[in-house]
Structures are given as C-alpha cells and as structure tokens.
C-alpha cells in the first residue's frame, strides 16, 4: 500500500499521474482531506498532529498491515506525523516516508506566515508557486470554497514544529527543486536527523510541483529501497 497525501489546499486528484507509474508494486490510497470537494461539508482540521491522528486512525481501523508514505509539502509534514503514530502500533509496518518538496519538521517557524496575509496578497502568494489555476479565485463562489481550507492547511503546517529528535524508525528520501521558491532544496538535507533508519536525498531541477510531472521517475525513487545512510 503507498499512502499519498497531498500538499496544502490539495486534493486526492493531485496523485492522479501516479497509480499507472507505480502499479505492480503498489495499490494507492490518496487521503482526501476535510473541508474540500466530496468531504467539503466537514471542517477543515488546521493542525498537522490532529489531522495525522485522524488519518493513522482510520489506518489501523482498516486492518492494512504494511504500507509506504508519499508526503507532497504540507503532505510531508502530515507524514511524517502518520509514521510517528502508526509506529506505536507493532501490527503495522511502514517501510519508507518519501517526502517531496517538504520543508524539515523540526524547521524554524516563518517569520512572515502566508496564513496572516489578507485575501489579494494570500492568493497572490498561492498562484505565484505554481499549481493553483489563478481563475479558481476569479470567481467569487469558487473563492469562497476553495479559500478557507486553503488558509487552514497553511495555518496548520506554519505553526507545526516538531523538536530536532523527533524520529521515525522508517526509511526516507527527501525530494527538493533547484526552482522551488516555497521550500529551499538545501532544506531537504535537514530531514536526515529525522529517521534511526537510512536515509537518501535527490534535488532535481524542478519548482515546487515539478517532479509530478515526472511519474516514472519518482515512482522509481519509491520503489527503490534505501541504502545509504
């Protein structure tokens, strides 16, 4: 089982490139968050612990035993917090956390959080990355949907910080942009204290979402096991 899980203000949809790329080695399960498209009448959960909690959860009520994680920035995040919970629980082993374009847990928290900004300047922030399609926010009622749980994700992953010794026991490869004006590449190294297993890191020359244009690749990366420490 690969458990993927996307990145703030993202869907299930966003792994969409992937199940054909990693078939034969994995059957996908992509979380839709609370608080958008077929879970929008739920509330947003703005707190990377609690919504961790509420996924790993519904994890151990499903009886899957084994599984890898696929992190995707705020997804990442939210991961690494799965793996920290699934592992206190001895029927279930989780192999490999793969983390992309995701800034380390123990990270400092931003001087200038997105989520403080008002509405024009937050949306500015958000299109300027990448990924999000600027006409989402042209419309005042796909404004008003897509919005709020956009700002409760960001609120969530720029107040989580976890302390330097917080551990997985599970491999991780840590996947950085050269382009990524959201999560510097060179971050992707600080994930290494993060893990009692090995560890890998790979920077390809991408922006913040590019190397899911690149499905082959990074369903390489996933497969792969971990050798080097």
Not at 174 to 181: E, V, W
Request: net charge negative.
């Amino acid at each position: 089982m690969l458990l993927c899980l996307p990145h703030a203000g993202g869907t299930a949809g966003f792994f969409r490139t992937l199940p054909t790329a990693v078939s034969g080695s994995y059957r996908m399960l992509a979380v839709q968050y609370p608080g958008r498209q077929d879970r929008h009448r739920e509330a947003a959960i703005g707190d990377v612990r609690l919504l961790a909690s509420a996924i790993a959860e519904q994890i151990v009520d499903a009886g899957i035993e084994s599984l890898d994680v696929l992190g995707h920035s705020f997804g990442g995040l939210v991961g690494f917090e799965v793996v920290r919970l699934l592992g206190e629980q001895a029927s279930i082993n989780v192999g490999q956390l793969t983390v992309t374009h995701s800034r380390p847990p123990s990270a400092e928290l931003p001087d200038n959080p997105l989520h403080t900004l008002g509405d024009d300047a937050f949306i500015e922030r958000i299109v300027a990355l990448g990924g999000t399609d600027e006409s989402v926010f042209a419309d005042p009622d796909l404004r008003s949907f897509y919005l709020p749980p956009l700002r409760s994700d960001y609120a969530a992953v720029e107040q989580y910080q976890a302390p330097q010794s917080a551990s997985v026991m599970c491999d991780i490869t840590a996947i950085g942009g050269l382009r990524d004006s959201l999560v510097p590449a060179a971050s992707a190294e600080r994930w290494r204290r993060h893990t009692s297993g090995s560890f890998r890191i790979r920077v390809f020359d991408t922006d913040h979402f590019g190397i899911y244009q690149r499905p082959t690749e990074l369903a390489g990366l996933i497969r792969r096991k971990v050798t080097a420490k």
